[in-house]
């Protein structure tokens, strides 16, 4: 195939409010590595390189259609740094004002006690100031899922919130550092936030970008035929979106991953449609947008949902990225598997459309071919008398790796079956239905007899791994176990869809 020429076009941010070109950097270095050895910005820490910590995270601005910001937390050290060319990053040194007065949510730590050693402070400093810029005092409940992806080792969790807390009553920092809310708690329009974001509508660019240094080669395509092309011409290929999990061979296995193409710049594939029937989510919109959608007809997952990783990280990764890297513990994979969920996979020969239980072959291998992008996930839209529930078992609620994962839909008629979807993860080498349990539980009327018996039936359906987050004798149970939990929690007419999912222990 004949490989395309790569122009060296600069990279183009904001960095803390100011225009920065960057050229000659590698695109496999990661946006922490530029702040603390290109940029000596060296508050922002690295901690995990996994994304597990969060004290490298800073607050990525994009602007939305409204021209308004949108301000999202992400994990720097895995995040690759051409893939925020047109975006403002904001790190921890910008918060203070330039008399050296802290920003509110610095000064409330001070005054909360909210650091001890203070290698983690950075961190729950940007979490806390992405908070304070969407949020006019949240729930305890939101305070706790914005930090669920900062560790603290020495504090202790309760003075930060209490910080968060208390962020709002102190006075405003100066400039664009305000935090954009009137006393009444709306939203007020701040010159400078509008001036960056004028400064990003100029940076935005009408066709497709790419980069090249000391013979590593970037793409980022602005069209799904663009894409296709490259996909097509480009041999071996690493497509990236999030690159979340991508982003560990470089950080944690130093490897190099060849020609990288982008996606997260196809304005067709950061779509998310509302159709009659069915719901396209396209493969680049990240999982916080996933989730906001999904919760429009599927309330009662949302809870696993926002378990799935932390807040930096759902705002980086993807749902096509998740459902692409084809692990058998991947959170999504079962929950869309159960809600009947489908593939559109385009190539310059034209697009094709799979069903989700029929694309993986095998251990993280799929249907997919070398030349095919994943565009759309389609999912039909709630039937009446559907239930759903989801279970993610792991040794922590947030931040774990599932041990398994199970997702239940029956399809009611008064009390009787007429149709059930199981996902499981964690079970085989790949995230496949319970087809057996399925058929045993179609025609009969839902009730306990009926759970219990389809719980044996799911208990034996498998033959899982042993591994450090479970034995399979413990796999084997807990699915069959969470089956009738399933039957408890939905056996009432109108019974409440929201319910609370604990962290089990193996």
Known sequence: MNQPAVPTTPIRLLLNGEAVTVEGIAPQVTLLQYLREYRNLTGTKEGCAEGDCGACAVVLASRKASAELEFRTVN???RLLPTIDGMAVFTVE?????NGALHPVQQ????????QCGFCTPGFVMSLFALYKNT???????????ISGNLCRCTGYRPIISAAERMYDLPPAAGW???????NGSRCGIPEEAGISLTL????RTSSFSYAVAGQRYFAPTSLKELTRLCESIEHA????????VALRVTKEHRDLGPIIYVGAVPELATIVQGAGIVDIGAAVSITDAIAALDEDWPELHETWVRFASPPVRNSATLGGNVMNASPIGDSIPALLALGASLRLESVLGAREVALEAFYLGYRTTLRKQNEVLSTIRIPKRLPGTIIRGYKVSKRTDQDISSAYVCFRLDLSERKIIAARIGVGGLAAIPTRAYMTEAAL???EWSEGTACSAAEILRNEFSPIADMRASAGYRREIVGALLQRFWLETRIEGAPTMTRVSSVRP
């Open 76 to 78: 720097s050290c895995i």
């Open 94 to 98: 910008v918060l203070s004002g330039t």
């Open 108 to 115: 409330a730590l001070v005054d909360t006690h909210g650091s």
């Open 136 to 146: 006019y005092r949240p729930a305890r409940t939101s305070i706790e899922e914005a």
């Open 177 to 183: 550092r305000a935090p954009g809310i009137e006393a």
């Open 201 to 204: 509508k100029q940076m935005a």
């Open 238 to 245: 690493t497509l990236i979106a999030g690159a979340t999990d």
């Open 442 to 444: 179609v025609g009969s």
